[in-house]
């Protein structure tokens, strides 16, 4: 039920892309996207919802196929303030609002 | 101060012994959360709770209680502690969908 995330890490160059994907085996409502740093809370990145759209924060975007049930994050030229851990989460019982089921996290290193 | 509040922020306790980490929100959010976060694990659902008085089990609520009497506050209690137990604590409370968390109680059982 917990959603899978990849890669689990990834290390990447000040300017660089990288995608991290979210799949699950359940029928997907929502997608959730935070992002955590080295020794503090996770943050609220952004939600998609069924109907395929695709979201974006700065330079960071989201897309969420509902039939593939899977979601991906992309960080285009990426920054230092990146860095850190990404997490998705999937909604359980339909809808965006409840509780989530969270995956893994995939840790993104960014190095200058 | 608005806001999400936790604490302690750290603690160290004993096998057996009873312990309560508070949660506190001033945003009158409906729900609210607890995870508790391990490596290798991510965050992890023990408890969650869609109003005052209405609370429900997440993915890991073995030797957790909860109790919610007033909106604001969702203090989690573990009955009797065990070294398994040892873990980052983060509470949240929730808007249309987009959880805000508290900055965290680090608990080691000894």
């Known amino acids: 039920q917990q959603p899978v995330q990849s890669p689990q890490a990834v290390i990447l160059r000040e300017g660089e892309d990288a995608v991290i994907n979210c799949s699950s085996s359940?029928?997907?409502?929502?997608v959730h996207w935070y992002r955590q740093k080295h020794g503090e809370a996770p943050v609220f990145l952004m939600i998609?919802?069924?109907?395929?759209e695709q979201k974006g924060h700065d330079k960071i975007s989201a897309s969420f196929n509902e039939k593939k049930q899977q979601s991906s994050l992309y960080l285009t030229a990426s920054q230092l303030s990146y860095s850190g851990t990404y997490f998705c989460?999937?909604?359980?019982?339909?809808?965006?609002?409840?509780?989530?089921?969270f995956g893994k996290g995939t840790k993104l290193s960014v190095k200058p | 101060d608005a806001g999400i509040t936790q604490s302690p922020r750290y603690k160290i306790t004993e096998t057996g012994r009873q312990v309560t980490l508070m949660c506190h929100q001033t945003?009158?959010?409906?729900?609210m959360f607890w995870y508790r976060q391990d490596l290798g694990h991510g965050l992890r659902l023990i408890y969650y709770s869609a109003a005052a008085d209405i609370t429900d089990k997440g993915e890991v609520p073995d030797g957790y209680v909860v109790s919610r009497s007033k909106t604001e506050n969702f203090p989690l209690t573990l009955e009797s502690a065990t070294r398994s137990q040892t873990s980052v604590y983060f509470c949240a409370s929730s808007e249309w969908g987009v959880q805000y968390f508290g900055p965290g109680t680090r608990l080691l059982v000894l």
């Open positions: 998609l919802l069924k109907g395929g």
């Open positions: 359940k029928a997907l409502y929502s």
């Open positions: 989460g999937t909604a359980v019982g339909g809808g965006s609002q409840g509780n989530l089921i």
């Open positions: 945003w009158s959010h409906s729900y």
